[in-house]
């Protein structure tokens, strides 16, 4: 079964809101298994949304449409679809008094434009909208159904999950759609493409899909059956065959995130972990401490920005400094003995580098970044060379430092 | 002039993440006075993606596709709009040697399937792309002109900015469009809507918009006029009668940042700053290094996420810590004292509270965070009651702390 998304406002089109609805209704309609193949943003325009949604009503079994359901002249919406498809808009008495009461017990003054929210086209089912005044449209014919969604987030999803899921759930009959994404790190899109390529050609149920997004990779595995014993039953073996192909660079699955499988691996462990941050200059830091009850294992972090810094604060001897360089091997790894020693802490990890846009020469162009760890498993240092711009410079570099400590712990890179 | 909207991927119609690129175009497109009637979400299929275009192209004179020009074969934008305007594609060395020397300097493999990017439909123009091996391009037939574009913002946005942007401006002829943006820190939006809803409401040319993200709102001003004199004699007015009513809430203006005025302040001053985290973990202090060129006035910053680290790394009392709690304004206080006092620095800012979910008490709920800054100037302490979730707490927190710094120096605020 086919849905698709209109969402109706001028202010989309603007580009004075962005649409977070036909995302949570995305993600809502795919959990469902139900193909979404259009979203369209159209403005408060009635020839426009009646046009757009005729289209999408002769390619689609559901169009779900959110926004334009306001008190004004400009909420079109009713009107569009009643418009499309030929039901005659009437005033609903019972409507009305849920409206009245709702701003009655608000102490709001009750505006006689609200009246067009008790304007119902002949058919449809209200869905009642304890959180606004705009009441929801259900319409169904044959097997299809149009729905009208109040444009409000915390109006609208509360009307889908309540009222609009149970209905489509009802049209879809019974069977799961049960998705699995593998979280990958320190491979290429294009290189990880090549390793399964031959997976994603082969299957169709479960369907396998590649994401990039800074640095990281997500593939997505997802199954439909009768229930979800058989659904994980033909996730297994895919899983299983991509692991064995890319090993150790599937950090995590699903929610996990690479600070928190570090924070995991560090809670196992009983360790704490300091860091020593220069090119970074905290975004490392900011990143650990994203996790909620990370205090457990990190303590302390030091910003050492300047050669000053790396000095008084870490013990970097001058010299070193002098002779190698602030963006060396060398410094980074007196930068993470230094952390863990001036913390007391049982893991140290540094990152120093250029990030640009100035600050490059030949020998050691923008995007040098030396990383090191050091460890009860060992150490190790790694140098990168990163291209793109400061930002992301700087963010992978603290990408790739957790996950050069993951693979530290987890005894799979590093020794001396 | 029209133009549309159509961003390419399946997983924005999975909703895996929302089109934020919409929303940039879709700011950009008004800002130059052109009409914005459709935005449409297409995924990774020829067939549905051609169809998209070329329904966008007979209404639309411009059409503007984000995505799906990527390396591997599921990017279908390069080939739909070939295949729609009936140009054949063909390779195009030079692209290719610019693909090539980009990953030969970065070190990365160069994986045979980029050579689809190297791909040009005939008489298009290639947009450079200096922060991804994705080319953009430009189709112009007689009016009508179909660009596309990399799907990843960072690269996105520069490109529109460099060469797509100049190319619209030409063809919507003469006369200018000239847009000035007000960056404003420490106001509500509804507060500020309240402030400058008059102005908003009597201007036509220029108009008023405001926006607002994360913690930060911008009131854009835009006039149509002849020439850039006369542009920015209709602006300056309503700049100044805004200004008298918010003052030193406008932080700055266009693309100011606020590490970037702070930063401007103290480079002014001669000052270095010195910094002192708890909740925010680093947050502030990669706020400030995202500036290139930070390291003439931040030296090193402390991570003092443990009760340990504020004392042992800052000298904060124990027993200031025992009676205060760590969340509280003396200790704020000592740590930004001593956060100078380690590094030597003639600024010290120092956060520290509950950015949750857990950790909140019935006297210190979640989202209670003071912040305190000391210079040369005087010094300030302010607790905060924040809401939202960790990193909107976390992200809010900074950049107050920012603000606080920056309203001190300017003896706007704070005195012994």
Same mark, same amino acid.
């Given at each position: ?200 050609? $082969? ?5 396998? +899909?590649?994401? %990039? !997004?800074?640095?990281?990779?997500? @593939?997505? /595995? &997802?199954?439909? *059956? ?105 410094? $980074? ?5 230094? +952390?863990?020693? %001036? !913390?007391?802490?049982?893991?140290? @990890?540094? /990152? &120093?580098?250029? *990030? ?61």
């Amino acid at each position: 079964m086919n849905a698709e998304i209109i969402a109706v406002g001028t202010e989309l089109l603007l580009g004075q809101i962005v649409n977070t609805n036909a995302q949570f209704l995305a993600q809502e309609l795919a959990s469902l298994g139900m193909g979404v193949y259009y979203h369209t943003v159209v403005g408060d325009n009635l020839q426009r949304l009646v046009q757009a949604f005729q289209q999408a009503w002769e390619r689609s079994q559901v169009v779900i449409l959110t926004g334009g359901l306001g008190p004004t002249t400009d909420d079109i919406t009713r009107d569009g679809v009643a418009l499309a498809l030929h039901r005659p808009l009437g005033f609903h008495e019972d409507v009305w008094q849920e409206i009245v009461g709702q701003m009655w017990r608000t102490n709001r003054p009750i505006p006689e434009n609200n009246r067009r929210q008790a304007m119902v086209p002949q058919g449809a089912t209200v869905l009642p909208n304890p959180r606004g005044t705009a009441p929801g449209l259900a319409i169904a014919e044959g097997d299809h159904l149009a729905v009208l969604l109040p444009g409000p987030p915390r109006e609208m999803q509360p009307m889908f999950v309540d009222y609009v899921r149970p209905l489509l759930l009802e049209r879809i009959g019974h069977g799961v759609i049960l998705s699995r994404s593998l979280r990958v790190i320190g491979i290429g899109e294009s290189a990880l493409e090549e390793q399964i390529a031959d997976l994603i050609a $082969a299957q169709s149920n479960p369907t396998i +899909a590649m994401y %990039a !997004s800074l640095g990281e990779l997500q @593939i997505r /595995i &997802t199954a439909k *059956a009768e229930d979800e014993a058989v659904a994980q039953g033909l996730i297994a073996p895919i899983e299983a065959a991509i692991r064995q192909r890319i090993g150790s660079a599937i950090y995590g699955v699903d929610a996990d995130t690479l600070p928190g499988v570090l924070g995991q691996l560090l809670k196992e462990r009983g360790y704490q972990i300091a860091l020593a941050e220069s090119c970074t200059g905290g975004l490392l830091g900011s990143m650990i401490t994203d996790v909620p009850g990370s205090s457990e294992y990190f303590g302390a972090g030091y910003i050492t920005y300047s050669n000053h810094a790396k000095h008084s604060m870490l013990g970097v001897p001058l010299e070193l400094i002098a002779k190698h360089g602030a963006v060396s091997a060398a410094c $980074a790894e007196a930068m993470a003995a230094g +952390a863990r020693r %001036a !913390s007391g802490a049982d893991v140290g @990890i540094a /990152i &120093t580098g250029i *990030a640009g846009p100035d600050g490059g020469t030949a020998e050691k162009p923008v995007g040098t970044v030396y990383i090191a760890v050091v460890a009860p498993e060992g150490a190790l240092v790694e140098k990168l060379a990163l291209r793109g711009e400061r930002a992301a410079i700087r963010a992978r570099s603290a990408k790739t430092a957790m996950n050069l400590a993951r693979l530290l712990l987890l005894g799979e890179k590093g020794s001396f």
